[in-house]
């Protein structure tokens, strides 16, 4: 049985308009990853739709509107793949609605952080008021931020810690420095290359046995905390964190991402039918009757979806084999 292709996007009722919903669309495409701080999502209207009773797009829909995204299979009600914010509408052919997640707000307004000594979760309760923070408990030493965005204290926490503290939002919970979640609460989806995959371009890297990694962190009056794990002799992989880190916390990070490096992964992307649903955090587990050494299980980093008259694709990228 062929299972339809249901979609449902809900316009939320604001500015004295009531909602709207979209039954049918032309294509939406949805990309999230956990590499960047905004997840993104684009609807392409119809032609011929019927709600405009004289008005332009743009006086219909603005940015800032509430939107959420429904997409999947069957006569329910298909999940929600998107919740967020209308960040730009075209006035072209096809009109496209362009759509930001919560990261949207956070790149407006200012807020003001000054102290001496503040911890990662304290500053991004401060930075994200009202939003639920999923981060290491670090202390960051004195910051001062000035009447700037909020996205603008995220980039700078990322340059701080060299692009080991990626900030992003799940839902309504904002993560920092938590790529993959607590490991024993990661959901598992199962892929069989034969059976559930439209197309794939893997290549599989080469592990790393030789390979050094060192940590600093700059401390008070010009002195430094170094701390690394591996064998000398080979590739280095170095990080600087320009505030305070213990050494023990500098060793515990050291050996997490030697691990890290260690193992195989992925490089290039899977193409998946619409079902089942996986996003950017989870874990796959591949099976394959051909291609056995692409057999494992690996952590996704990044989900593009795309939904329209051509099917309901996932184009998932693989990142870190789960260790």
Not at 156 to 170: E, V
Not at 200 to 205: A, H
Request: glycine content about 8%.
């Amino acid at each position: 049985m062929t299972l339809m292709m249901a979609v449902h996007i809900i316009f939320s009722a604001i500015r004295g308009r009531n909602a709207i919903e979209l039954r049918r669309v032309s294509e939406v495409q949805i990309e999230r990853t956990w590499k960047e701080f905004t997840g993104r999502a684009e609807i392409k209207m119809p032609r011929n739709i019927k709600i405009l009773n004289g008005l332009s797009y743009t006086d219909i829909f603005k940015n800032g509107d509430p939107v959420e995204i429904r997409i999947g299979y069957g006569v329910d009600e298909p999940p929600v793949e998107f919740t967020g914010y209308i960040s730009d509408v075209s006035e072209g052919v096809p009109v496209v609605i362009r759509c930001e997640d919560e990261m949207y707000r956070l790149k407006r307004g200012n807020v003001s952080v000054v102290s001496s000594a503040i911890t990662l979760r304290n500053l991004l309760q401060q930075a994200a008021p009202g939003y639920e923070i999923d981060c290491p408990d670090m202390n960051l030493g004195a910051v001062r931020f000035l009447n700037v965005a909020p996205i603008t204290i995220l980039d700078q926490i990322k340059k701080d810690t060299d692009g080991t503290l990626y900030s992003y939002f799940d839902g309504k919970v904002l993560r920092c420095g938590v790529i993959y979640s607590d490991q024993s609460n990661v959901p598992v989806v199962g892929i069989h290359l034969e059976k559930n995959a439209v197309s794939e371009s893997l290549n599989k890297k080469n592990s790393v046995e030789n390979l050094l990694v060192e940590l600093t962190s700059v401390l008070a009056k010009g002195k430094k905390n170094t701390a690394r794990a591996g064998k000398e002799g080979g590739d280095v992989i170095k990080k600087n964190y320009n505030f305070p880190v213990s050494l023990d916390d500098l060793k515990k990070e050291a050996e997490k991402l030697l691990k890290q490096a260690q193992v195989q992964g992925f490089d290039g992307s899977i193409t998946l039918f619409g079902i089942p649903a996986v996003h950017h955090g989870m874990k796959v587990h591949i099976k394959s009757d051909i291609f056995k050494n692409m057999e494992g299980t690996f952590y996704i980093e990044k989900v593009v979806k795309k939904f329209g008259d051509s099917g309901f694709r996932q184009e998932v990228t693989l990142g870190d084999k789960a260790i």
